[in-house]
């Protein structure tokens, strides 16, 4: 149960700040699922969200420091920061290029890492002491699948066009000129990102 302010309530977790100052997030449960594979998922995500958050960290990327308190529930550090999705729109011309620039380069680490972060959006990023913070891998996976990681960077650009349109356009340039400088494999992933956005155009 939770005991401390709640900050964010989801379809699958709820994210409360703790006495101590760290954040808890804690897996709820769905009552249409069966109890026993109810119990699963939740455990079985649970854990994964922790080794993708480490895995990340020690690629580079800036994530919370986090650990498994009990089956479902997560501890991490509360990252006191302003979301890029707050914050990107009114910046200077030249910090949305190096915020570009950053978010390039971080995509490119989770990928060259076999890591797709499956939810990567400006909400999940968030901006402290002149850094960004990654936040939030419950959808992620482990994968060097082309088409994964492909579909990564898709929903990246439509968060960018949706939440950012009026600069989407550029700073999506940005991030991909950093991210196919520093990903080995990026011309494929591109390729099969044009294939991606063909399909989603035109079905």
Do not use: C
């Amino acid at each position: 149960m939770t005991q401390g302010r709640i900050i964010h309530m989801g379809a699958e977790a709820v994210l409360y700040l703790d006495a101590d100052g760290s954040l808890v997030k804690e897996r709820v449960k769905k009552g249409y699922r069966i109890p026993e594979l109810d119990e699963t998922i939740r455990r079985r995500r649970s854990k994964l969200e922790v080794r993708l958050l480490d895995k990340a960290r020690r690629s580079g990327v800036a994530t919370p420091g986090a650990t498994l308190t009990d089956k479902y529930n997560i501890r991490m550090d509360f990252i006191d920061g302003e979301r890029v999705k707050d914050a990107l729109n009114g910046m200077s011309r030249q910090e949305q290029d190096a915020t570009a620039h950053e978010i390039g380069s971080i995509v490119a680490a989770l990928h060259s890492s076999d890591i797709v972060h499956g939810d990567l959006t400006t909400s999940n990023m968030l901006l402290k002491d002149g850094k960004i913070f990654l936040i939030d891998f419950g959808l992620g996976k482990v994968s060097r699948k082309v088409e994964d990681q492909a579909t990564d960077l898709f929903l990246l650009l439509e968060a960018l066009t949706s939440t950012h349109y009026g600069i989407s356009a550029r700073v999506w340039k940005n991030i991909i000129k950093i991210y196919v400088q520093k990903y080995s494999n990026a011309h494929e992933v591109m390729t099969r990102f044009e294939r991606i956005e063909h399909r989603r155009r035109y079905k």
